[in-house]
């Protein structure tokens, strides 16, 4: 499975940008993805989950309410709509599928958010 996401740019505080990752193979359906982030100089973190059904998904407190992860499996495609977004949130995100204990299998490049306020 190879990962493309997509759809980081710069926007303003309290702007909304969704986020895409594209997956290649059929079995991208069967998997649990997510999304990850990344500020300069420090690990990734997980932001939000969906399971492979697109009915049980998790968050990090402070995606709570502003973000929403989606899954598209006819389309092979992820989604993370991010809503009211905050300085803060200004990372590298990266989606990932395939979860194997703590960490994923397979991951996307990355697309930069960039928040001016």
């Known amino acids: 499975v190879q990962l493309q996401a997509s759809g980081g740019g710069l926007v303003q505080a309290g702007g909304s940008l969704r986020l895409s990752c594209l997956a290649s193979?059929?079995?991208?359906?069967?998997?649990?993805m997510a999304w990850f982030r990344r500020y300069p100089g420090k690990e990734r973190e997980p932001v939000a989950t969906?399971?492979?059904?697109?009915?049980?998904?998790w968050y990090r407190d402070s995606a709570k309410g502003r973000f929403t992860i989606s899954r598209d499996n006819a389309k092979n495609t992820g989604y993370l709509q991010m809503n009211s977004l905050k300085p803060e949130d200004a990372a590298t995100y990266f989606c990932?599928?395939?979860?194997?204990?703590?960490?994923?299998?397979?991951w996307g490049q990355g697309t930069l958010v960039t928040v001016s306020s």
């Open positions: 193979g059929r079995s991208f359906r069967n998997y649990e």
């Open positions: 990932a599928a395939q979860r194997l204990d703590d960490t994923y299998a397979y």
């Open positions: 969906v399971d492979w059904t697109g009915s049980s998904t």
